[in-house]
């Protein structure tokens, strides 16, 4: 009842009433009060209304209003973190320098208020969302904290008083436990219920939720009570069961228990089943988890059905779980949760809910508050394992990931934190639980090696949890704890806690498992890969370079023991469970061998930083071979599908290829195989590693003497790429350092060069090629060399330059002179390749830098380069090179060579002599080398005596036995001796062909077989393996699949049998070096005995394969005696060689290969220098290159009178001739609508954009806008018909005609069209719309304008110089104006000249043609065609810089085609004939005093002469008169313009006097009115112009107060005489440009200063009176009538209309003809200024902050970029602008991308940016978020492109943009 009482009266007073009961000290009747109100008004049952906030709002102020209140709250906030929470899309900073955890970043605000310059920071816009970190120490440096979070604000805030926060406390505890109460209520299993209606009762509490979020942000005084509630059990205990008569509460918490049940990881009744077997197992806790990789259980638990056949795995199933949780020190990771406060169920909850958005910012909001974070953080631990569970049955993972993520980074990267929870609450085993729980749930048997009795599981990479990345959030958050030292250590230090990691390392072991298609090509190429690459590395390899980074000094040799023990333990289990034994199975391929890698590369770390000894690491020989064996098996699996294996298994097998060596798996990948290889041939016999290399690249039947043989697992194709790869292997192998002693600095140079070498990079392109973690790039690692100074030590930049063609170049880095001379290093290039194009780019790069520098013109050979010497431990490596196997093989590859074998290479014998040299400048140290020969007998059963290399190279090689097929060369060539043996001995002496012997050898038979070597790699190898496998202890049966060498590589089928033959070689692999010289050099006795003495092995550096050879013999012969003696020897005998083409089976053509390659090359010169020659001439034609020819073709006024009609070539018919009336001649020409004269303003300083909202940009005071209110003034007072001849209109929307100067038939150009209308091909432009591009230089077009006939015979009369008076010529003007137009015959000329005209009109918008009264009118379209003209020759003069100073050799006027154009126009002009009463030119020229009177009242007079646009009088005279105009005509008219022009100067002049210097200059005018010339001397017409305005009552009165403000300043005569000077020139300039266009005159240039003397000169204004000093602007004055007269018929026409309603008119006489030049927007220097303002900006149309904001940079207006909220008519926002600012023409910045989008017409384009970071970059989308600054090339670039209109001419990508941006 009280409580009903309650809610009738007003809230506040019952607020205030209520506080003060609480306030006494026996407060339970305010107690019972308060209880009983809110038992009404938190009702749950009444749903959420909005009068419930309302009443906690005024409860919680307790009587005062709610704003007041917070006000209060906040000024007790006492807390010293930012903490602003923000979500995904918002764009924060992040500063490396300030960061001490790698995930810091800061709000924007705290960013531009802390001090951060020179540091190391980004803008990024964040993905899953964040908080801000300003003001935690933990995370960040405090001299990086704000201004605001510096100072340690708790101190001095004063302590908040009881009773403001008393309600507080009362009220919030119900108002949360309504809200849990919501939740339980509305919660359904997903199963049951669609998913929406969590939704929906997620809306219902928006408002709730919003307010708790309020409260947070009243800062930490209310924050610390919210904590209080939270995580207060008893106030939990009391309000969450509900009271016992509540039904609902009942109802609501037995739904919450039920959802708690299956909140554990393992469900009740696994339990039950379990437990048993639990409690059995009494093995230590890390055996579980072994048996976990012992398990044969391949099934996941939730769908053992697949495998009901396979009876008893379900069993193997339950059991393995069972093991697991045995495993776990603590049992409750597994247990259902309990919940002891409020916040523990809101977390719940909110999980349960996956994550509403406002929930995880309401629980972030809290965190300021530091007890509120330890709860929270332990409570969201505790729920860990729950929200694995959710995010698994989650249909938005993704989502999902973000939110948790969100949460746990704010957390975990906190290290006191981190560490806190792993003491108290199990972090460490809690996370590697629930990530193996994770994996379980998708493990399948693998099917590697043994595919039957496999017993290893890996995970599947087709599930969803792998390929939609699921598993990223958990994995994320173990790598950021891991970050940790504190953290780190205490894993490394539990041993189980690694055994369980190891295990969930195996599941990855050996996933993706490739097999070789054989027989046909696979029909659906998995994409698997993706997933097991980025689980691979996020998984495995991640947390692994976590844990290294902890190990980096002695006092941790300990961990790293322990890992690699686990390591070796867990690999050995592995090679039982696939039931390996020593080979692996053929054709299988798997890419991910984590161990493997854990193991190479905690060994690295160990004997690098932590001097540990590397044979202590180590296992017994056997395992080794066992571990080499799969990295093996990938690098030459990599070789086969470069030589294409593997192409039968799509393309997918090369992109696990390229990502296996890409810079971002690297370092994880293919390095630590390779070092793992490295440890394993370091500590194995040389040997055995050798012969298994080539028998794993299958190359082993290649290796032999015999010129034929037969490879039975490779097609020949196949071969040279396998035995280039295993080659290349070797030198990678033995001359690789980056594991095996550089220093991190010489990683990183070692690296950025290889990268430079391939291409120029980019900074950001180059930061991305290095490999990220041995060298982490964020911060500096202390005493190592930092990115910067590295790249400024190995590269040069180039800074971004503007290439002519229009593509822009980012700012470049390119490799330094020296590094190209001294580091070069093809071997890394190669090993870091992703494409093999970029080695062959590395090879011409350095070809083309010694070409260059002079060291060698032909085509290199990879250059040979000193390596770093080995880490002790590493020495062993060497033996590789001085082994018996590869020596015998690089004797076999040498002999081959020389022979012309097939499938040698060039690339074989680089590498072979690579391989050489390594094994000369690494020789074994103990190894005494023995300088006598060694005694022949000793050496029956071996091809070499010893080891050593350098020994080996001088021994000589007698007799060989091969196998070979009965068909081979050798066969023959026996049964060939066999017969000549009846022969004498002399006579087959001199036969010189090879492999017979030169001297008779019948007799000694017997001994060469007993001599002659024999080799068989695989018999050698099985040989040592037993030898190794005996010596441990193994049964060698056992160990050994019995599989005798031959029958293995015996494939089915029958060929030729083998038989055993012997060939004579007497060679050693110095007298093969020094013939292989010979063959290459060509010449017989290329290696002189003196060459020795002199041989300088600097010189040898850089060279081809012979300076190779040489460097080779000069170390041999440096570093031995007996080899320099051996090698004199051969070099002396040089006896004639015995060519060895002839027998050689490979090479029957006569032509060395040497040769024919030379002949290849001459050939290709030749075609080049041919084709060159060609593309010049075609350039000169077509282009116009300055050639005299062209210039009468493209500029139809050339100087010389032409007396013959005029040639154009049709560029698609290619026939020369006339233009005629029935087969016209056009131009090429593209038709624009432009605004760019519109926009021009009087000041020379462009518009700033406006980047604060004090800043604007007004519109009003340019060209177009001050026309368009002179046009509609005088509309408003004056005679319609005569306003529309009194101005001109193409400001705005003006059609701009270009071409490029192409001519074609008119109706070839018709089929033309119609063929581009049938072509299918995608063109970037409309044909419909009648665009094409010109047929002979693609620029782009869209009419075809006609030539006139004719032309030249009337030329000599229309430039004869006029000796009539001026008056004659007058009245002759006059009369040609009288002409009618005569309507031109029908013909095909004049149809295409209509059909122009109507192109021109649809250039352009309706409402830039319509300014008349009546649309549609002539007048309208008259006024439309002459400014059609006036726009061009604007452009024009624009395009010339705004004045004519330059003369006639701009390059515009050279493919104008304005004379064309003005015959149209006057063609069509010709057919509105203007009516005698009111042309102007009578009013111009004489007295008309009678006509006054005519004026009925009703109608408006005609404008004032004086009002008048001149240029636009001229421009109508010229093209309404006849065709063509005589030149004393034209002449004539612009003299009597001139006047005309000259007295509105006067008068605009006056205006701007104040009245005494009017008064004054009245006088002096009034003074000289009477003296000779008068009407030449500006002050007497000053005078008589004033004298006659002051009649007109207002003319001078109106504006006085501006009049004063403006002429602040004295007028001097030299003032004035500028000023009007100034005020003609735009008149001048206009006329003497189309004098130059219609009778070819050409224009001077000069100095500005001369700029009217010279124009007056052109236009023979200037009479008799030129002195070029002092130029007067009145002499040049020619009146054909009294001037006074004139000037006051003039003045009265001003004067009438005072007293009229025409009165306001007046202020027309103010005018100013001068423009500057178009401009764009001046830009401010860094984007950020951009940026900041306008991203959160709100769009001025629809009021919402624009998901893609952009700028327009011709007027500033703020669009929304494809935004459907402002479209129009479906027309988006930017289109409609473009159209409305720039007549379809827009040019915008896109403020979220940095970059400027150009739309013209129906298509656009992307720019590219004008904004570039330092060095030199574009950054679009702002994915770097570095510093950007505008770069003024390419902003003046941009602008010149819109002025001239080339957009179109040089972006070349263009797509439409169906009115959607």
């Known amino acids: 009842m009280m409580a009903a009482s309650l809610l009738r009266r007003d809230k506040k007073s019952t607020a205030a009433h209520l506080k003060a009961d609480l306030k006494r000290t026996d407060n339970s009747s305010g107690l019972r009060q308060l209880q009983e109100l809110l038992d009404s008004v938190l009702n749950p049952e009444r749903g959420s209304d909005p009068e419930a906030l309302e009443w906690c709002k005024w409860l919680l102020a307790g009587g005062d209003g709610f704003d007041e209140f917070c006000r209060t709250v906040r000024s007790y906030d006492n807390a010293t973190l930012c903490g602003l929470v923000w979500t995904a899309n918002f764009v924060a900073y992040r500063c490396r320098t300030c960061g001490i955890s790698p995930c810091m970043s800061l709000c924007a605000e705290c960013f531009n208020n802390g001090d951060h310059t020179g540091h190391d920071f980004n803008m990024f816009r964040s993905q899953a969302g964040g908080a801000c970190d300003c003001g935690d120490g933990n995370v960040m440096r405090e001299s990086g904290f704000c201004s605001r979070h510096r100072l340690k604000t708790g101190e001095n805030v004063p302590s908040v008083p009881r009773d403001l926060l008393l309600m507080s406390e009362m009220v919030l505890p119900r108002f949360i436990i309504t809200i849990i109460q919501y939740l339980r209520d509305g919660y359904t299993e997903p199963e049951s219920a669609a998913d929406r209606d969590l939704q929906k009762v997620l809306q219902q509490l928006e408002p709730h939720i919003s307010f708790l979020e309020e409260l947070t942000k009243m800062g930490g005084a209310m924050r610390t009570v919210l904590t209080k509630i939270l995580t207060n059990q008893q106030t939990f205990k009391e309000l969450s069961m509900g009271q016992e008569e509540n039904v609902y509460a009942k109802r609501n918490y037995e739904k919450y228990l039920s959802a708690l049940k299956s909140s554990g990881l393992v469900s009740v009744e696994e339990k039950g089943a379990g437990g048993a077997g639990a409690g059995a197992t009494d093995t230590p806790a890390g055996a579980g988890a072994l048996s976990l990789l012992g398990a044969t259980a391949a099934a996941s638990l939730e769908d053992s059905s697949k495998e009901e056949d396979q009876d008893g795995l379900q069993g193997v199933g339950q059991r393995k779980r069972v093991k697991l949780s045995s495993s776990t020190k603590d049992p409750s990771i597994m247990d259902t949760l309990k919940h002891k406060c409020f916040l523990e169920e809101l977390l719940f909850w909110t999980i349960k809910y996956e994550f509403p958005q406002k929930m995880v910012t309401f629980l972030l909001n809290m965190l300021p508050d530091q007890d509120y974070k330890i709860t929270f953080t332990k409570t969201f631990v505790q729920h860990y394992a729950f929200i694995m569970k959710t995010l698994m049955k989650s249909h938005e ?181 696939i039931g390996f034994v020593d080979e692996p199975a053929l054709n299988q391929l798997t890419f991910h061998l984590p161990l493997h890698r854990y193991y190479a590369m905690f060994l690295s770390k160990g004997v690098k930083c932590q001097g540990l000894d590397l044979d202590s690491l180590l296992p017994d020989q056997e395992m080794l071979m066992k571990i080499m064996v799969h990295p093996l098996q990938i690098q030459a699996s990599l070789s086969e599908i470069h030589s294409n294996m593997w192409v039968r298994n799509g393309l997918q097998i090369k992109g696990q290829a390229m990502t296996y060596v890409q810079s971002h798996f690297c370092n994880s990948m293919i390095d630590p195989d390779i070092y793992l290889l490295q440890v394993c041939a370091s500590r194995l016999d040389p040997d055995y590693f050798i012969s298994s290399v080539f028998e794993r690249f299958k190359v082993v039947d290649l290796l032999t003497m015999a010129s034929q043989h037969q490879n039975a697992v490779l097609d020949s194709e196949q071969e040279r790429p396998m035995l280039e790869g295993a080659l290349t292997f070797l030198v990678i192998l033995s001359s690789l350092r980056i594991h095996l002693g550089m220093s991190d600095d010489e990683i990183l140079r070692a690296e950025m060069v290889s990268q430079l070498c391939m291409n120029d990079r980019t900074h950001s392109s180059l930061l991305d090629l290095i490999p990220e973690n041995p060298n982490p790039k964020s911060g500096v690692v ?29 700012g470049m880095y390119t490799p330094k002179a020296e590094v190209w001379e001294k580091e070069f290093d093809p071997i890394m290039v190669i090993l870091r390749t992703v494409y093999r194009r970029d080695v062959q780019s590395a090879m011409d790069r350095y070809a083309a830098f010694l070409k260059q520098s002079g060291v060698h013109t032909g085509n290199p050979w990879p250059p040979y380069k000193e390596r770093t010497p080995l880490h002790p431990c590493y020495r062993g490596l060497v033996r590789l090179l001085h082994c018996k196997t590869l020596h015998i093989v690089i004797f076999t590859l040498l002999y081959k060579i020389w022979m012309d074998h097939q499938n040698m290479s060039e690339h074989v014998l680089c590498m072979v002599l690579y391989l050489i040299e390594l094994g000369l400048d690494n020789q074994v140290q103990d190894d005494k080398v023995e300088e006598e020969p060694c005694i022949e007998e000793h050496c029956h059963d071996s091809w070499f005596p010893g080891t050593s290399l350098l020994s080996n190279l001088h021994h000589v090689i007698n007799f060989v036995r091969v196998r070979v097929p009965e068909t081979a060369p050798e066969v023959e060539r026996k049964r060939e001796r066999e017969r ?86 007497r060679e050693s692999m110095l007298s093969l070096l020094v013939k292989l010289h010979q063959k290459l050099s060509a010449k017989q006795n290329s290696l002189s005995l003196s060459w020795l003495a002199e041989v300088d092995p600097a010189h040898h550096a ?77 350039m000169e034609t077509a282009m116009d290159v300055e050639s005299p020819e062209t210039d009468a073709v493209m500029d139809m006024g050339s100087a010389e009178p032409l007396d013959s009609e005029v040639l154009y070539d049709c560029v698609i018919c290619g026939q020369s001739g006339p233009s005629t009336e029935d087969r016209p001649t056009g131009l090429v020409v593209l038709l624009q609508a432009s605004s760019v004269l519109g926009h021009r303003c009087r000041s020379d300083t462009p518009k700033r954009l406006p980047t604060t909202d004090e800043e604007h940009i007004y519109p009003e005071d340019t060209c177009g806008a001050t026309n368009d209110v002179r046009l509609s003034l005088m509309q408003r007072y004056f005679k ?207 007295s008309t005093h009678s006509r006054e009177t005519e004026f009925c009242d009703d109608e408006r007079p005609e404008v004032p002469m004086l009002f008048r646009d001149v240029p636009s009088l001229l421009i109508i005279f010229i093209l309404t ?111 003497c440009l189309l004098q130059h266009h219609l009778y070819g005159d050409s224009l001077p240039g000069c100095q500005v200063e001369e700029e009217f003397s010279l124009l007056t000169g052109c236009l023979n204004l200037a009479g008799s009176v030129q002195s070029s000093g002092s130029m007067s602007s009145a002499a040049c004055l020619e009146w054909n009538f009294n001037a006074f007269d004139l000037i006051n018929q003039w003045c009265s026409e001003v004067i009438a209309l005072s007293g009229s309603p025409s009165q306001q008119s007046v202020s027309l006489l103010v005018q100013d003809p001068q423009w500057a030049a178009p401009r764009l927007l001046h830009l401010p220097d860094n984007y950020n200024t951009i940026f900041q303002y306008y991203h959160r900006k709100s769009c001025t149309s629809c009021g919402k902050t624009p998901k893609d904001p952009a700028l327009c940079l011709v007027c ?37 991308a940095s970059v400027i989008i150009i739309i013209r017409g129906h298509r656009f384009c992307l720019w590219g940016s004008v904004y570039l970071d330092a060095h030199g970059e574009e950054d679009r989308d702002l994915r770097r978020g570095k510093p950007l600054y505008l770069c003024e090339e390419r902003y003046r670039v941009l602008e010149q492109q819109w002025v001239s209109h080339t957009f179109d001419h040089i972006n070349k990508r263009w797509g439409p943009h169906y009115n959607g941006l």
């Open 782 to 810: 202390p005493g190592s060399c930092s990115f910067e100074e590295m790249l400024s030590a190995v590269a040069d930049f180039k800074a971004p330059v503007f290439e002519p063609g229009g593509s822009m170049q980012q």
């Open 1280 to 1486: 319609d018909s005569s306003c529309l001849q009194s101005v001109s209109v193409g400001w705005d929307g003006g059609v701009y005609v270009q071409t490029c100067g192409h001519t074609l038939h008119i109706d070839c150009h018709k089929s033309y069209m119609e063929s581009l209308r049938n072509d299918q091909v995608l063109q970037g432009f409309s044909v419909d719309k009648g665009e094409f591009t010109c047929p002979l230089c693609r620029q782009f077009a869209n009419s075809v304008l006609p030539c006139r006939p004719g032309r030249g015979i009337e030329t000599g009369a229309w430039h004869m110089p006029s000796n009539k008076s001026m008056s004659t010529l007058v009245k002759e003007v006059e009369d040609l104006q009288e002409q009618l137009g005569i309507f031109p015959a029908e013909s095909n000329l004049s149809k295409e000249m209509e059909s122009v005209i109507k192109d021109i009109k649809n250039t352009t918008q309706k409402k830039y043609m319509d300014y008349g009264k009546n649309p549609g009118s002539p007048d309208n379209d008259f006024l439309f065609m002459y400014s059609v003209a006036r726009t061009n020759l604007e452009l024009e003069l624009v395009h010339r810089g705004g004045n004519l100073c330059s003369g006639g050799a701009s390059a515009a006027a050279k493919r104008s085609c304005l004379n064309q154009l003005f015959h149209v126009l006057a063609m069509h002009m010709r057919l509105y004939s203007i009516d005698s009463a009111y042309n102007p030119w009578t009013r111009l020229t004489q």
């Open 397 to 577: 993972s993704d989502t999902m990931s973000n939110r948790i993520v969100h949460i746990s980074v704010q957390l975990f990267s906190n290290e006191e934190l981190a560490r806190h929870v792993t003491e108290e609450c199990q972090l460490l085993d809690i996370m590697v639980t629930v990530l193996l729980y994770m994996m379980e749930s998708c493990l399948i048997k693998s099917e590697l090696q043994d595919e039957e009795n496999n017993r290893h599981v890996v995970v599947n990479c087709g599930e969803a949890l792998l390929k939609n990345n699921t598993y990223w959030p958990l994995v994320s958050d173990f790598i950021n704890i891991l970050s940790h030292q504190s953290v780190a250590k205490r894993f490394l230090e539990d041993h189980s806690l690694l055994l369980l990691w190891m295990s969930f390392v195996s599941f990855f072991q050996g996933m993706n498992l490739n097999k070789r298609e054989l027989n046909e090509h696979v029909e659906f190429e998995s994409q698997t890969y993706y997933a097991a690459f980025a689980a691979e590395l996020e998984a495995c390899a991640q947390p692994m370079w976590g844990l290294l980074t902890h190990c980096k000094v002695k006092e941790t040799q300990e961990y790293t023991k322990t890992v690699v023990r686990y390591c070796l333990e867990t690999l050995q289990m592995w090679f039982d469970a």
């Open 1521 to 1631: 008169m006849p065709q063509p105009l005589r030149k004393e005509h034209f002449t004539c008219v612009v003299k009597v313009l001139y006047s005309l022009q000259y007295t509105q100067a006067l008068a605009a002049l006056s205006i701007r006097f104040s009245c005494e210097e009017r008064l004054a200059w009245s006088n002096t005018g009034a003074a000289k009115k009477n003296m000779p010339n008068s009407d030449k001397s500006w002050e007497s017409l000053l005078g008589h112009v004033i004298s006659e305005l002051t009649k007109a009552k207002d003319v001078y009165d109106t504006n006085s107060e501006e009049a004063l403000m403006l002429s602040s300043s004295v007028w001097s005569p030299q003032s004035i005489e500028f000023t009007l000077q100034q005020f003609c020139l735009p008149f001048l300039r206009l006329s």
């Open 980 to 1065: 000549e043996r009846e022969t004498p001995p002399s006579t087959s002496s001199e036969s010189t062909t090879f492999g017979q012997s030169s001297r008779r050898l019948t007799g000694n038979w017997r001994e060469n077989l007993r001599e002659a070597q024999v080799f068989s790699l695989v018999a050698e190898r099985r040989r040592k393996f037993q030898e190794i496998i005996n010596r441990s202890n193994h049964e060698a049966s056992q160990a050994v699949r019995p599989k005798s060498s031959s029958s293995r590589w015996l494939p089915p089928g029958s060929p030729p049998q083998l038989v055993t033959e012997i060939l004579e070689i």
């Open 1756 to 1792: 500033g207006a703020f669009v929304c970029l494809k935004g459907h909220c402002c479209k129009q008519q479906g027309v988006c926002e930017c289109v409609l602008h473009s159209q409305h600012c720039g007549a379809a023409t827009g040019i915008f910045l896109l403020v979220n």
């Open 1102 to 1178: 850089h060279g081809d394969g012979l300076t190779a050879i040489e460097r080779i013999l000069a170390k041999a012969s440096a570093r031995s005696r007996h080899s320099k003696r051996c090698l004199q020897e051969i070099c002396g005998k040089v006896c004639p060689p015995i060519p060895p083409k002839k027998n050689s089976p490979g090479d029957k053509k006569s032509m060395d290969k040497e040769e024919r390659r030379q002949r290849a090359r001459e050939r290709q010169q030749k075609l080049l220098a041919e084709f060159a020659s060609r593309q010049k001439s075609f």
